[in-house]
């Protein structure tokens, strides 16, 4: 069901920090940032391979992703695999009792809560190519 690491999302109290502390260490460079205010956080994109690494900053205390990094701190908030038909694993897990959250039926993205994963979201989608 699950392939490639195409996602590895870390959540931090300082963007730019992190950003810099990357692309020190790991000579990456971020391709993008963006804010989700839906979600509560900013983030930057920093490319590797055939997928990335996304770091997250909070925005919002009342989303997920702040009470995440006051619950455990910083670290590893989500991992995303590609995934060759999400709408069929999406009813595999949910056949079997797995909590699974899906935008719509026919959009091939989908996350497990990190209930049912020993505390990690897990997503389930498409991979994107970085040029």
Same mark, same amino acid.
């Given at each position: ?15 730019? /920090? /992190? &950003?810099?502390?990357? #692309?020190?260490?790991?000579?990456? @460079?971020?391709? !993008? $940032?963006?804010? !989700? $205010? ?8 920093? *490319? ?13 205390? !009342? @989303?997920?992703?702040? $009470? +995440?990094? #006051? /619950? =455990?701190?910083?670290?590893? +908030? ?8 999400? *709408? ?11 909590? &699974?959250?899906? *935008? /719509?039926?026919?959009? *091939?993205?989908?996350?497990? =809560? ?8 897990? #997503?389930?989608? @498409?991979?994107?190519? +970085?040029?």
């Amino acid at each position: 069901m699950l392939g490639d690491v195409i996602e590895l999302s870390v959540v931090v109290r300082d963007l730019e /920090a /992190a &950003v810099k502390r990357f #692309e020190t260490l790991f000579s990456l @460079k971020a391709h !993008s $940032r963006a804010e !989700s $205010r839906e979600f509560g956080f900013k983030n930057a994109i920093l *490319p590797l391979g055939k997928g990335h690494i996304e770091l997250m900053q909070p925005t919002d205390p !009342s @989303k997920a992703v702040a $009470r +995440y990094l #006051e /619950a =455990h701190g910083e670290g590893v +908030y989500l991992v995303g695999f590609d995934v060759e038909d999400v *709408p069929g694993s999406v009813q595999k897990l949910r056949e079997a009792g797995v909590r &699974v959250t899906q *935008p /719509a039926p026919d959009v *091939p993205l989908a996350w497990v =809560h990190p209930r049912e994963t020993h505390g990690v979201f897990v #997503e389930m989608r @498409k991979p994107q190519v +970085y040029e």
